[in-house]
């Protein structure tokens, strides 16, 4: 297979695999450090790499149950809209995992921030490839504390920073990789000459 072949093969063969699809093996660190590395490379106006991302690993990912579910408890008992049932999702899908990515972007006001959103996706659309070609499942949510303000200090981000959700990482029960279901790009194109 040609470098081009592989490039279109890479991309067409990621998916999404939920942690329901995880085996509890272990995602091996060089390859977590290699979609990092990769994200890196994701295409960014005036350079300002705005992507920010925080690993939780081992007992991270223990801390990180505690303080999603723990926000999640504190400010829905004040808005009287405490679920038992929400709350132990958040304490227990993170130990379901083997790495979560925290997904964050820096904001720089020499861009439009939409732009800085953009650039922050194409590098999770980097990672995400990564982890397919290497045979790990991942997947992006914006669920649990993600859109909470009072989140944003507990991954490093400031106000005008923005959280953009998790990326859930673990290796799949299952060496049959999803079937891909995308409707014809013809659909979607209108070309002007």
């Known amino acids: ?10 991309i067409k063969n990621r998916r999404a ?9 272990r995602v ?7 979609m990092l590395e990769n994200a890196n490379w994701a295409p960014t106006h005036k350079l300002t790499e705005p992507w920010r ?13 505690d303080f999603q579910s723990e926000l999640y408890q504190s400010k829905s008992e004040k808005e009287g809209t405490f679920n038992p049932t929400q709350y132990e999702k958040l304490q227990s899908k993170p130990l379901e995992c ?9 904001r720089h006001q020499v861009v439009p921030e939409v732009e800085e959103v953009c650039a922050v996706a194409a590098a999770v659309q980097n990672m995400w490839i990564t982890a397919s070609s290497y045979g790990v499942g991942c997947y992006w949510s914006t669920g649990g504390v993600t859109f909470y303000e009072e989140a944003k200090p507990f991954f490093g981000l400031d106000n005008e920073d923005k959280l953009l959700g998790f990326l859930f990482i673990g290796m799949p029960k299952s060496d ?16 002007v000459e």
């Open 1 to 10: 297979m040609n470098r081009v072949e592989a490039v279109n093969e890479a």
């Open 17 to 25: 695999i939920y942690t329901s699809m995880f085996s509890g093996k």
């Open 28 to 34: 091996d660190d060089q390859i977590i450090n290699q």
């Open 53 to 65: 991302f925080v690993v939780f690993k081992g007992a991270g990912l223990q801390k990180l149950a």
């Open 98 to 106: 083997s790495h979560i990515i925290a997904i964050g972007m820096k």
């Open 176 to 191: 049959k990789w999803p079937e891909g279901r995308r409707k014809s790009i013809q659909d979607k194109v209108t070309i």
